[in-house]
């Protein structure tokens, strides 16, 4: 069954600063790995998709990378904001499968 | 940009009472899901359907669930006799098609605050 973590939990920075969530994932047999930003009591945003067969992409700030044979993915946000806070979702969908397994997220809180 | 909306945005209900939550997919969009998050824990699968038919569900997903879609445009969650336990956030979401390297992942809709008392 996949596990998928997410670590830190929470993580507090100053405005300004470039900052790294990681996600694992047990099962390397992916079909792609999403990320989301969920804000309190509010739904899912999708931020970025990767592909099993991609190593990164990039939206704006954003630039998530995929090492699928380790299990590993990274969001990496540059020059963080206050805008930036929010939790941080992981979520992969395994191959022959249409459904998303979440982990539980990084809180992130920027400060000005 | 096309969004899932979902109605109520937020429901009480009694305990032993059913609810119906509602969703509206995107318009060209095959796949939907229904995923449930437990205050302070993980998003969890709940249930996908396509082609007017539930194509996976999970352990969660018992007979006090069911899915429904009545007509073109709605998709509909309901839970028999509600449980405390059941309080939770619903999430809708669609998707254009299953799988493929044209597959552009989930859109979700904003939830449905469930609360049983």
């Known amino acids: 069954k996949q596990e998928v973590t997410q670590i830190p939990a929470a993580l507090s920075v100053p405005e300004g600063e470039n900052l790294v969530l990681n996600c694992s994932f047990t099962?390397?047999?992916?079909?792609?790995l999403q990320w989301f930003r969920q804000d309190p009591g509010k739904g899912l945003t999708s931020l970025l998709l990767?592909?099993?067969?991609?190593r990164e992409q990039t939206s704006g700030r954003l630039n998530a990378s995929l090492d699928k044979s380790s299990g590993r993915s990274t969001l990496y946000i540059a020059a963080s904001q206050p805008g930036d806070s929010a939790t941080y979702l992981c979520?992969?969908?395994?191959?022959?499968?249409?459904?998303?397994?979440f982990g539980k997220g990084t809180m992130l809180l920027v400060s000005p | 940009e096309p969004e899932v909306t979902q109605t109520p945005s937020h429901q009480v209900t009694q305990m032993g009472q059913e609810v119906i939550l509602r969703c509206v997919p995107i318009?060209?969009?095959?796949?939907f899901y229904w995923y449930r998050q437990i205050l302070g824990q993980k998003v969890e699968f709940l249930v996908s359907?396509?082609?007017?038919?539930?194509?996976?569900k999970s352990e969660i997903f018992d007979d006090q669930f069911s899915v429904e879609r009545p007509d073109g445009s709605n998709f509909t969650l309901k839970i028999r006799s509600t449980k405390l336990e059941d309080s939770a956030m619903y999430f809708c979401?669609?998707?254009?098609?299953?799988?493929?390297?044209?597959?552009?992942?989930?859109?979700f809709g904003s939830g449905t605050r469930l609360t049983v008392v």
């Open positions: 979401a669609s998707s254009p098609r299953g799988h493929g390297l044209t597959f552009h992942g989930y859109t």
């Open positions: 099962d390397s047999a992916i079909y792609n």
């Open positions: 990767i592909q099993s067969s991609q």
């Open positions: 979520a992969v969908r395994d191959s022959g499968y249409s459904t998303l397994t």
């Open positions: 318009s060209n969009h095959l796949y």
């Open positions: 359907f396509y082609n007017n038919e539930i194509s996976e």
